[in-house]
């Protein structure tokens, strides 16, 4: 069924309903461990994205980016800079050091599933991986706040919160990319409200079970704004600093945040 809070139209799904998003998340969970565990010094993101078509394929679900808005390729490869969106091509060969971002998602039975890694290529320095675990902690402080009850920038706090307590913890301080972030999910991939990934407490649609959201912090090494490239897609930090893109789609439920996203 669909709910309506001031003009957006939020989709709110049965236990069933979950169970089956439950099982398309598992399909992207294991996609993206597949290409992890390829991605290494030599190998192209074009590679990996034949890998995590054949994948989801193999399972008898589609790739939900693939066509997506015409977007050319089934996960976007976001390299160093680039924080989102990046085209896989088998002329973009990983390197030593690259922090590679990989965002995927399958339609399985009409239902999407969601979510994104940072992936160390070879040896990463400290300060990226930093960059990367903070990211990640942010990530999980989100999800935490996916309570019944709550209200949706709640999510958000929880997300700026965790950043700038890793700046203070790494001494540097993270940008939060303001202009990309979360989302609703169901029977689509891009469903209302958006999620910030920052902002005050205590604002926007109240959390019910049943809602689905996919909770997606970015951020940056340097300066958070942003530049898109000519391909009309890639998104990159306008000062070439470093960017992490964690993600996972995570359902409301009475008994708090359902993570359907993770292996199974």
């Known amino acids: 069924m669909l709910a309506r809070w001031r003009g957006r139209d939020i989709e709110l799904k049965t236990p069933g309903e979950l169970d089956a998003m439950r099982v398309a998340g598992a399909l992207v969970a294991r996609t993206l461990a597949a290409?992890?565990?390829r991605a290494r010094p030599g190998v192209s993101t074009g590679e990996l994205d034949a890998l995590a078509e054949e994948t989801i394929r193999g399972a008898g679900a589609v790739p939900s980016f693939l066509g997506y808005h015409g977007y050319p390729a089934s996960i976007?490869?976001?390299?160093?800079?680039?924080?989102?969106h990046g085209i896989p091509a088998r002329t973009q060969v990983l390197a030593d050091g690259d922090l590679l971002s990989v965002d995927c998602g399958a339609v399985l039975e009409g239902w999407h599933g969601d979510a994104a890694v940072t992936i160390a290529v070879g040896a990463v320095s400290d300060a990226d991986l930093a960059l990367s675990a903070a990211c990640e902690a942010a990530l999980h402080a989100g999800i935490a706040a996916v309570l019944p009850g709550g209200r949706l920038s709640d999510i958000s706090h929880a997300v700026q919160v965790a950043t700038e307590a890793a700046g203070r913890r790494d001494g540097v301080e993270?940008?939060?990319?303001?202009?990309?972030?979360?989302?609703?999910?169901?029977?689509?991939?891009?469903?209302?409200?958006?999620?910030?990934?920052y902002g005050d407490p205590g604002h926007g649609p109240r959390l019910r079970?049943?809602?689905?959201?996919?909770?997606?912090?970015?951020?940056?090494?340097?300066?958070?704004?942003?530049?898109?490239?000519?391909?009309?897609?890639?998104?990159?930090?306008?000062?070439?600093?470093?960017?992490?893109?964690?993600?996972?789609?995570?359902?409301?439920?009475?008994?708090?945040?359902?993570?359907l996203t993770l292996p199974a």
Not at 76 to 84: D, F, R, T, Y
Not at 222 to 236: K, S
């Open 35 to 37: 290409v992890t565990e």
């Open 76 to 84: 976007c490869a976001s390299v160093n800079e680039q924080i989102v």
């Open 174 to 197: 993270y940008g939060i990319v303001a202009e990309y972030g979360g989302h609703g999910i169901g029977t689509s991939m891009h469903m209302d409200p958006f999620l910030p990934n």
């Open 209 to 259: 079970p049943g809602m689905a959201l996919a909770v997606e912090p970015m951020l940056t090494a340097g300066d958070p704004e942003t530049l898109e490239l000519e391909d009309g897609w890639t998104v990159v930090t306008a000062d070439g600093s470093r960017a992490v893109h964690w993600e996972h789609s995570v359902a409301v439920t009475e008994d708090g945040p359902r993570i």
